[in-house]
């Protein structure tokens, strides 16, 4: 049962250092797009579709990783 405890430890670890190496480019690419739109058109405050798709993307995936470590 420690090496489950240490596997879940790990694989945090792994997940969190991942998040910290592509969070400055994904800032970076949000700024580009958010400086960009702002120069075409002002925004209404909606998402458009592009973010609803991700957002959509982003959690099917958190919720396949979840289930697949459930599982296993």
């Known amino acids: 049962m420690a090496s489950t405890g240490a596997g879940a430890r ?6 969190l250092m991942f998040a910290a190496a592509l969070s400055p480019a994904a800032r970076r690419e949000v700024a580009a797009a958010e400086a960009m739109h702002t120069r075409r058109r002002r925004s209404s405050g909606r ?7 991700q957002g959509i993307g982003y959690i099917l995936m958190a919720l ?8 296993h």
């Open 64 to 71: 396949a990783l979840v289930l697949t470590y459930v599982l």
């Open 47 to 53: 998402p458009d579709g592009k973010t609803i798709d």
């Open 10 to 15: 790990a694989m945090v670890l792994l997940l």
